[in-house]
């Protein structure tokens, strides 16, 4: 059974980092694609940021762009989303998803199939 857990959200001050992991099992790595997205208070699910299968393709929304990178190590089955200089508006549940496709990915949260519970990033001002 496919199974993807997130972890290494926490309280970051404005400006700060933070290193979130979704380390998954249960599911051949290589044929997933996997996207990062996050749930404000009271707004939608939006985006964050995707990688191919192989890592060799990533996207990122407008709003993280030149702020957040993400990574994966087949290896290890884990997905790294390193975000620095963050601000209060990236407050939010972070949630990391894994599609079956390869080649590439999508920012688009109904290609994901399988969901993990999600670690909350809380920036202070």
């Known amino acids: 059974q496919l199974h993807l857990v997130e972890s290494g959200g926490g309280l970051v001050q404005r400006g700060g980092s933070l290193r979130l992991s979704c380390v998954g099992s249960?599911?051949?790595?290589?044929?997933?694609?996997i996207g990062w997205f996050r749930r404000a208070p009271g707004k939608e699910r939006e985006a964050v940021a995707c990688?191919?299968?192989?890592?060799?393709?990533?996207r990122y929304v407008d709003p993280v762009k030149g702020r957040v990178t993400i990574s994966r190590d087949n290896a290890k089955n884990t997905v790294t989303l390193q975000m620095n200089s963050l601000k209060p508006e990236d407050t939010a549940l972070y949630y990391c998803?894994?599609?079956?496709?390869?080649?590439?990915?999508?920012?688009?949260?109904?290609?994901?199939?399988?969901w993990g519970q999600g670690t909350q990033v809380t920036v202070s001002s």
């Open positions: 998803a894994a599609d079956p496709v390869v080649g590439g990915c999508f920012l688009d949260a109904d290609e994901y199939r399988y």
């Open positions: 249960g599911f051949t790595r290589e044929h997933y694609a």
């Open positions: 990688i191919s299968n192989t890592g060799v393709s990533t």
